[in-house]
């Protein structure tokens, strides 16, 4: 996974073996969290759904 992640250029795995996430893999990161809490909320707000519920889905 971490060979893939490097190819897409969303992380480096430096000479010391250690990952660093670039600034596209921060971005992309950033995107899914806020999906991943929007898609929350309207299933709370407009769903009616408990949030742990909406959460395990």
């Known amino acids: 996974m971490i060979r893939r992640m490097q ?3 969303l992380v480096d795995l ?3 073996k250690r ?3 670039t ?3 921060l971005e992309g990161g950033k995107d899914i969290a806020r ?3 929007l898609t ?3 299933m ?3 769903l009616g759904m ?3 519920q909406a959460h395990r889905l």
């Open 44 to 46: 709370v707000k407009l």
């Open 23 to 25: 600034k596209q893999g």
């Open 50 to 52: 408990d949030l742990h």
């Open 19 to 21: 990952i660093r996430i």
């Open 35 to 37: 999906r991943h809490r």
């Open 40 to 42: 929350e909320w309207l």
């Open 14 to 16: 430096g000479a010391d």
């Open 7 to 9: 190819r897409q250029d």
